[in-house]
T-cell receptor, first 113, second 113 residues
C-alpha cells in the first residue's frame, strides 16, 4: 500500500468508447505523474502536474487528455484510442523537489479492442 | 535529460550479495540518483537515493563514485522476493523549477534458489 490509489485496475474498451482513469493520493504531495508501460518497453513519462498545473506533456497524442482538479486527484480521459494504446498506465506522486521519492500506484491495465 | 545506462539483466544466487551498476556520465551537479524496483504486476517502488555520499537503508546500500558518473546498488543478501526490474534514474529540476523523471530500461534481476 503506497498511498496512491488507481481505479479501475483493469479496463477493456472499444476504439470508439470514452473512458477515464482515476488516480488519488492523500500524501500531501504536490506533483503527480502519468506513465505508460507497454510490454517490453521502458516506462514512458506522459504528463506531469505541479500544484495542479501541467508542466510536462511528453508529445502525447490528443486522444489522451489529463485533468488535475486538485493536488490529490489526477485523471486521464481516454477517447478514440487505438489497439497500440493497450498498456499499463501508472500514476505517481511526489513532493515537488528532486530528493523526494516517487510513490506509484499499482496501475490500470488498459486493453483497447 | 541526463541518461543512465544499466545492464539488461543480471543473475544472483539466493543469500549472496548483488551489485547492480549504473552509468550516468552526463550527470549534472543538481541531479539526485534514485533507484526503484518493479516487481511483476506492480508499480515501481522506491529503493534508495543519494546525491554525493554513499547511503544505507533497510532495503539496500547505494555506492556513488567520487566523480558521480556511476553508482552501484548493493543488495546485501538477495532473496527470491528481490527478483525484479531495477531502475536507476536521475531526478532534477528543469529551468522552470519542475521535475523531470525519466526511466530507462532497467536491469532485470533473477535470483536463483
Amino acid at each position: 500500500e503506497t498511498g496512491v490509489t488507481q481505479t479501475p485496475r483493469h479496463l477493456v474498451m472499444g476504439m470508439t468508447n470514452k473512458k477515464s482513469l482515476k488516480c488519488e493520493q492523500h500524501l500531501g504531495h504536490n506533483a503527480m505523474y502519468w506513465y505508460k508501460q507497454s510490454a517490453k518497453k521502458p516506462l514512458e513519462l506522459m504528463f506531469v502536474y505541479n500544484f495542479k498545473e501541467q508542466t510536462e506533456n511528453n508529445s502525447v497524442p490528443s486522444r489522451f487528455s489529463p485533468e488535475c482538479p486538485n493536488s490529490s486527484h489526477l485523471f486521464l480521459h481516454l477517447h478514440t484510442l487505438q489497439p497500440e494504446d493497450s498498456a499499463l498506465y501508472l500514476c505517481a506522486s511526489s513532493l515537488g523537489d528532486s530528493s523526494g521519492e516517487l510513490f506509484f500506484g499499482e496501475g490500470s491495465r488498459l486493453t483497447v479492442l | 535529460d541526463a541518461k543512465t545506462t544499466q545492464p539488461n539483466s543480471m543473475e544472483s544466487n539466493e543469500e549472496e550479495p548483488v551489485h547492480l551498476p549504473c552509468n550516468h556520465s552526463t550527470i549534472s551537479g543538481t541531479d539526485y540518483i534514485h533507484w526503484y524496483r518493479q516487481l511483476p504486476s506492480q508499480g515501481p517502488e522506491y529503493v534508495i537515493h543519494g546525491l554525493t555520499s554513499n547511503v544505507n537503508n533497510r532495503m539496500a546500500s547505494l555506492a556513488i563514485a567520487e566523480d558521480r558518473k556511476s553508482s552501484t546498488l548493493i543488495l546485501h543478501r538477495a532473496t527470491l522476493r528481490d527478483a525484479a526490474v531495477y531502475y536507476c534514474i536521475l531526478r532534477r529540476r528543469d529551468s522552470g523549477g519542475y521535475q523531470k523523471v525519466t526511466f530507462g530500461t532497467g536491469t532485470k534481476l533473477q535470483v536463483i534458489p
